[in-house]
């Protein structure tokens, strides 16, 4: 049955970060982790006569999510409790309300996946993630969601591992892309890129196939498994904000000789000059 709107409701006033507003002056940052990648983890609580129903089953659950995405900070359980109860008394219920509970990760220092926002250098290592990329049918990768969760996980699995950055795979086992930016392998000359099953249409990646089309480089868009990672003579990454970057190491395997490969520095340079040239004017 679709809800209709409950006019009890109008009025009602949201707790966030224990500020009690009018849910029309309610905001969170356009940084909060929320908004930035969906990186956050809920509940929904159900009041009935005054009591929570499995209140600590729910604030478990809560707690081992926020584990799992490795949440620096988890408030206490009686904490959660407290602010609920300053919530429900401030809306004076008792009774058949739901209550929907969120916990981000926070409000983040720029934009940006990464949960500590490290910095890489301009070469970049990778670890093969276990955690595999959604087929088209679980969630089309086309559709440029904000729910990063699926490669927030795999980047804090690189972080851990002391690598920059995740490959992650489908769940064919096939190269998606990273858990942020596409892929592309150069061996003897030619280039190789995933095809668009379960990573997004990128656009810096469009514009190398583009950029490979007008210097008459071999590129392909097929399924490349591991191993034709592993046997690459260069490797790098693309994406807005990282431009082209050069892989030189992946699962502790060197890419080429450990440094960015010629190819990778001609198609840098080539991706430049189009950004020095190109783009729509706005200021
Ligand atoms: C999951 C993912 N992969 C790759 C990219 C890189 O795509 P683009 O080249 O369009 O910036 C993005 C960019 O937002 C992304 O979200």
Known sequence: MLQKFDERNRDLIVNINGQLVHRDEAGISPFDSAVQGGDAVWEGLRLYEGRIFKLHEHLDRLERSARALSFAEIPPQEKIIDEIKR???????RDGAHIRLTLTRGVKITSGMDPRLNQSGPTLTLITSKIRRPP???LDARIHHAN???SILAKIEANNAGADDALMLDTRGFVAETNATHIFIVRNGDLATSRVVACPEGITRATVI????AEKIRCIETDLSVVDVYGAHEMFCTGTMGELAGVTKIDNRQIGDGKVGPMTKRLSDLYAQRTATEGVQVV
Request: charged share 20%.
């Open 87 to 93: 919530t429900l008394a401030a809306n004076k219920m």
């Open 136 to 138: 088209p049918e679980v």
């Open 148 to 150: 990063l969760l699926n």
């Open 210 to 213: 583009e950029i490979c089309a």
